[in-house]
């Protein structure tokens, strides 16, 4: 069971990534999905989350309004497309997988993919 995470690179304060979270060797619709970042120095703080249908969806107020969390089944991959971004939002991302509704809450993930940096400078 494998999540890998692409679309992390540098941008400007003010653009724009998307983010893809691929599974292999298992099927993401059965699984609710969460983004999860790390800044340096920092805890792992959850960032967004998806229902295994799509239908519902959560964000952390630090996010809210800017990140939208989406998800492909047919594709067997989640996206987070990330916009306004700032120099706060600087981290690498993970995404992984739970078989629980969707959470913030990092201990109710099982899967998780190695991350992608996203670094926010000018």
């Known amino acids: 069971l494998e999540l890998v995470e692409s679309g992390g690179g540098l941008v400007q304060p003010g653009g724009s990534l998307r983010l893809s979270c691929a599974a292999s060797?298992?099927?993401?619709?059965?699984?609710?999905i969460g983004w999860f970042r790390q800044a340096p120095g920092k805890e792992r703080e959850g960032v967004s989350c998806?229902?295994?249908?799509?239908?519902?969806?959560n964000y952390a107020d630090s996010v809210k309004g800017r990140f939208t969390i989406s998800r492909d089944n047919a594709k067997n991959t989640v996206y987070l497309q990330m916009n306004s971004l700032k120099p706060e939002d600087t981290a690498v991302y993970y995404c992984a997988a739970t078989p629980l509704p969707p959470s913030l809450v990092l201990v109710e993930y099982e899967h998780w993919g190695q991350g992608t940096q996203v670094t926010v400078s000018s």
């Open positions: 060797g298992f099927t993401l619709d059965n699984y609710a």
């Open positions: 998806i229902s295994s249908s799509g239908g519902s969806t």
